[in-house]
């Protein structure tokens, strides 16, 4: 049969047309599929072959003292990762890096040879590492930039801030407290790889809202931390402790401006350190108070009346037997008045006056005072120390406690217990948070003074500061803490420790103690410093003491509070500084310290007692004769008149104006020049 050539073309046309149709409508029709119908699922199986998910540490808040100075705050650091796929020779690629990087070669191969195509190499390089990895020009082996945490003081106020982890998680102290502040609101980047396996961060890969962790004002003074912490420190390695304590309070706040630990430790190395070390001891360890206990006892039979400070207590010449155990005091002692019980820091008479109280009161008032439970301070892993019911009470018990044993309390316990007495009887919640900030300015927290409660009345708590205040006077255990131009009233405390292994107190361990506050007439600062196991010295008034006074001295001023009963340097500093042009404060610190390196000279050049009598008085109002003498001297002599006094050089006078004998007037300038 003969085909119509027309026909055979026109069907062949039509064939090869309906293949086309058909092979164009299953691609259209496929590609609606994969664009359509299946788009989201295949989209995120792209976005998985090419992009992954990890954990970048969070823009952690910073924390600052009161004044706004910065003591822990987050840096940017490199991190080095690879790609184990992308990595061409893993061997040789190990080596290197682990040179340059100071890993194990063999643990570095492992990760370059894992089933992954992300894996950290090292987390939070320094910049010189990170430039080395650079230089390598490794394929496969990235950098990623982080951050982490940098406390710039090093060991300042260590173990109150504590430390965080490699994920900027907080771990210890105010860090772990105040995590879910400070770490911020997300720790996720998006990694996105390209076609050659390349590693690079998306373009939305930006931080969300929310990322930067809120910061934190403390009521800390950096300035206050530091003399806490190096008088702190002096006087442990004086005295050969085996650590020490010291709390600086606000006394009618709580605001916590000092809280040291010695030994302390570095948060920016605390992988290095125990756990012993680093923990805040402040709050975590406890202690048997001594003789400082003494003071909660006797106002507690004051506030009950039954006791006046000046009622006679029998002391049984310095020793008594209770349960077939004999108590001593240091010195013995007859008939002592109340207040020359604390005075002295007589064992027996405080058990005495334990006695009339009776078990009962005497562990009311001390749960009243805060012993036995936690302050409520805004920090973790406080110890509430250790009150045991009185009704488990032995008379020994009941004596031993009288004067310190048998109970233990923390550093800050007893420095809040003290608080109260120096605050007309009122106990305050010690804080050291004042307010949390969030990156917006917005103020998510703010902590205030609280008034826990009275504990006992004004007129109580007036008549225990007189006789706190006998104790530095002289005669008293605590003279060593009385501080020049501030009077201070405190008590001593030299506690015997428990010996772990014969289950007694030991006559050879100590924790020695000054517990007090200043200045006397109106308390501003309360301050305990404790020595734990001094040598061959044990007495709190000598070990102590002298740390209390190093840091009243010096924190009074920072606070901008002026001396009670000024000396001629603090007169000459005060009236130097409301002159206002002529001297600045750091000219007048100058003044204060040379004063001080001068005293043996001033004294070796003083005049004799003769020549001093044969020199005439100068009649008031009279510019006196001051070329000669010393510079001490001079500033004795015109420490009496209201003018404002500039000198220079030192040594001995060798000129002043106005001459000697002409009249001078409040607020006038008088001049001194000294020389060798």
């Given at each position: ?14 064939l ?23 788009r989201?699922?295949?989209a ?5 072959e090419?992009?992954?998910?990890i ?31 992308s ?38 390089v ?10 390598l ?5 990235y ?6 945490r940098?406390?710039?003081?090093k ?33 996720s ?17 930006d ?29 442990v ?83 008594v ?25 007589s ?17 009311r ?24 019911p ?34 007309d ?36 708590a ?80 000598v ?28 007169l ?6 409301e ?13 204060k ?44 002599m015109?420490a ?9 050089g ?8 106005p ?16 020389e060798?």
């Amino acid at each position: 049969m003969k085909v119509d050539p027309a026909k055979w073309t026109r069907f062949r046309i039509l064939l090869v047309l309906g293949f086309f149709v058909l092979i164009w409508g299953g691609i259209i029709w496929r590609a609606f599929q994969l664009q359509v119908v299946e788009r989201e699922h295949l989209a995120g199986l792209a976005k998985k072959e090419c992009q992954r998910v990890i954990n970048i540490n969070p823009v952690r808040g910073d924390i600052y003292d009161r004044r706004g100075e910065k003591l822990a705050v987050s840096v940017e650091a490199d991190s080095i990762f690879a790609d184990p796929a992308s990595v061409e020779d893993p061997e040789t690629t190990a080596a290197r890096l682990s040179s340059v990087l100071n890993l194990n070669s063999r643990d570095v191969l492992k990760k370059l040879k894992a089933q992954s195509t992300f894996v950290w190499l090292k987390r939070q390089v320094g910049p010189e590492e990170s430039k080395k990895v650079a230089e390598l020009n490794l394929k496969g082996v990235y950098s990623l930039q982080e951050t982490k945490r940098f406390y710039p003081n090093k060991e300042l106020a260590a173990n109150l801030l504590g430390f965080v982890g490699i994920d900027s998680q907080g771990l210890e102290g105010l860090e772990i407290a105040y995590d879910e502040y400070l770490r911020g609101g997300c720790s996720s980047w998006r990694v996105t790889q390209d076609a050659l396996g390349r590693t690079f961060l998306g373009l939305d890969s930006d931080a969300p809202p929310g990322f930067q962790g809120a910061r934190i004002n403390l009521t800390i003074d950096r300035r206050i931390q530091y003399t806490t912490e190096k008088a702190l420190a002096k006087v442990v390695e004086d005295f050969n402790a085996k650590g020490g304590l010291a709390v600086v309070l606000r006394t009618k706040t709580g605001e916590v401006l000092a809280s040291a630990v010695e030994p302390s430790f570095n948060p920016n190395a605390f992988a290095s350190y125990s756990a012993s070390q680093r923990r805040n001891r402040v709050l975590t360890d406890t202690f048997d108070p001594g003789s400082t206990f003494k003071v909660f006892i006797v106002a507690a039979a004051l506030e009950e009346g039954l006791v006046k400070p000046t009622d006679l207590v029998f002391c049984e010449n310095g020793e008594v037997v209770i349960d077939r155990h004999t108590i001593h005091d240091t010195k013995p002692h007859g008939w002592l008045t109340v207040n020359k019980v604390v005075k002295y820091s007589s064992n027996i008479g405080a058990l005495k006056i334990g006695e009339m109280l009776g078990p009962p009161t005497v562990h009311r008032y001390l749960e009243r005072f805060g012993f036995g439970q936690r302050t409520g301070v805004d920090l973790p892993g406080e110890s509430a120390g250790l009150l045991r019911p009185y009704k488990a009470w032995r008379k020994l018990d009941a004596a031993n406690v009288a004067f310190g044993q048998g109970v233990s309390t923390t550093a800050l316990q007893m420095t809040s217990a003290m608080s109260a007495i120096a605050n007309d009887g009122v106990l305050m919640r010690p804080y050291i948070v004042s307010e949390i900030v969030d990156s917006d300015g917005r103020v998510l927290k703010r902590n205030k003074p609280e008034a826990v409660r009275q504990v006992v009345s004004p007129q109580t708590a007036r008549e225990v500061r007189e006789m706190l205040r006998m104790v530095v006077e002289e005669g008293g255990t605590g003279t060593r803490a009385e501080t020049d131009g501030y009077p201070v009233a405190g008590k001593t405390g030299t506690a015997q420790k428990l010996d772990p292994e014969t289950k007694r107190y030991s006559d050879k361990k100590y924790f020695s103690s000054f517990l007090g506050f200043v200045p006397y007439e109106d308390p501003q600062l309360t301050i305990f410093v404790a020595l734990d196991e001094p040598s061959p010295q044990a007495y709190g008034g000598v070990v102590a003491a002298p740390a209390f006074r190093e840091i009243a001295e010096k924190v009074l001023p920072i606070m901008d509070i002026a001396p009670v009963n000024p000396t001629p340097e603090q007169l000459l500093m005060a009236r130097a500084e409301e002159s206002g042009s002529t001297v600045n404060r750091q000219t007048i610190q100058k003044i204060k310290d040379l004063a001080e390196a001068l005293k043996e000279e001033a004294m070796a050049a003083a005049p004799s007692p003769a020549e001093a009598e044969a020199r005439p008085e100068p009649e008031a109002g009279a510019m006196p004769d001051l070329v000669g003498l010393s510079m001490r001297r001079v500033m004795e002599m015109m420490a009496g008149y209201n003018v404002d006094l500039n000198f220079t050089g030192s040594g001995l006078a060798v000129w002043q104006t106005p001459p000697p004998g002409q009249t001078i007037k409040a607020g006038q300038v008088c001049s001194v020049r000294f020389e060798q």
